[in-house]
C-alpha cells in the first residue's frame, strides 16, 4: 500500500525546527539522504498504520519540495512525501487505524484529510481531523471504506 502527505514546508519547519535545512531545498528535487532521514525520524515520532491490531512498518520512499498554489494563500512551498506499508492480509484492509498528529502537535489549526484511491484512480474522502485531546486524550479516528 502506497501513502501521499502533501503539507506547507513553513508548517513542518515550525512543527520541527531540526528540519530547517529544507528550507534551502531546491523545487520538485529529491531531498537529499541526511535530510531523508531526519524527516523519516520525525514522521515515525508522529504517525503508525495499524491493519489487524499489528503496526505496520512505514517506508519512507521519496520526498520532495514543490510550489503549489492555493486560490486563499496564492504560492507557497510544500512538502510531498511517498511512503509504504506491506499489509498483513490483503483481503482484511479494514478497518484500519492511523495515529497521526503530523505538524498538528505544533501548530494546532493544521488539518488533515484522508483519501482511499480506488483501482479507477478516484478518490473516496476517509476522514478529516485536527488535533483534539478533550478530557486530556487525542481523539482518535477509524478509517472505514465508504
Do not use: C
Not at 509504504?84 to 495515529?99: C, G, I, K, V, W
Amino acid at each position: 500500500m502506497s501513502l501521499k502527505l502533501s503539507f506547507a514546508l513553513e508548517d513542518l519547519i515550525i512543527a520541527a525546527p531540526s528540519l530547517s535545512s529544507l528550507d534551502g531545498a531546491q523545487i520538485d528535487q529529491p531531498l537529499h539522504a541526511k535530510v531523508l532521514n531526519k524527516l523519516n525520524n520525525y514522521l515515525h515520532s508522529h504517525m503508525a498504520l495499524l491493519n489487524d491490531a499489528q503496526a505496520l512498518p512505514i517506508t519512507l520512499n521519496h520526498a520532495e519540495v514543490n510550489l503549489v498554489h492555493n486560490s486563499h494563500v496564492g504560492f507557497y512551498r510544500s512538502v510531498l512525501i511517498e511512503l509504504s506499508a506491506p499489509l498483513n492480509n490483503q483481503s482484511e484492509l479494514f478497518p484500519m487505524s492511523l495515529h497521526y498528529d503530523v505538524i498538528m502537535h505544533e501548530v494546532r489549526n493544521h488539518r488533515a484529510i484522508v483519501y482511499w484511491q480506488k483501482s479507477d484512480s478516484s478518490l473516496v474522502k476517509l476522514a478529516s481531523f485536527s488535533y483534539k485531546k478533550p478530557q486530556g486524550e487525542p481523539v482518535f479516528y477509524e478509517l472505514e471504506k465508504q
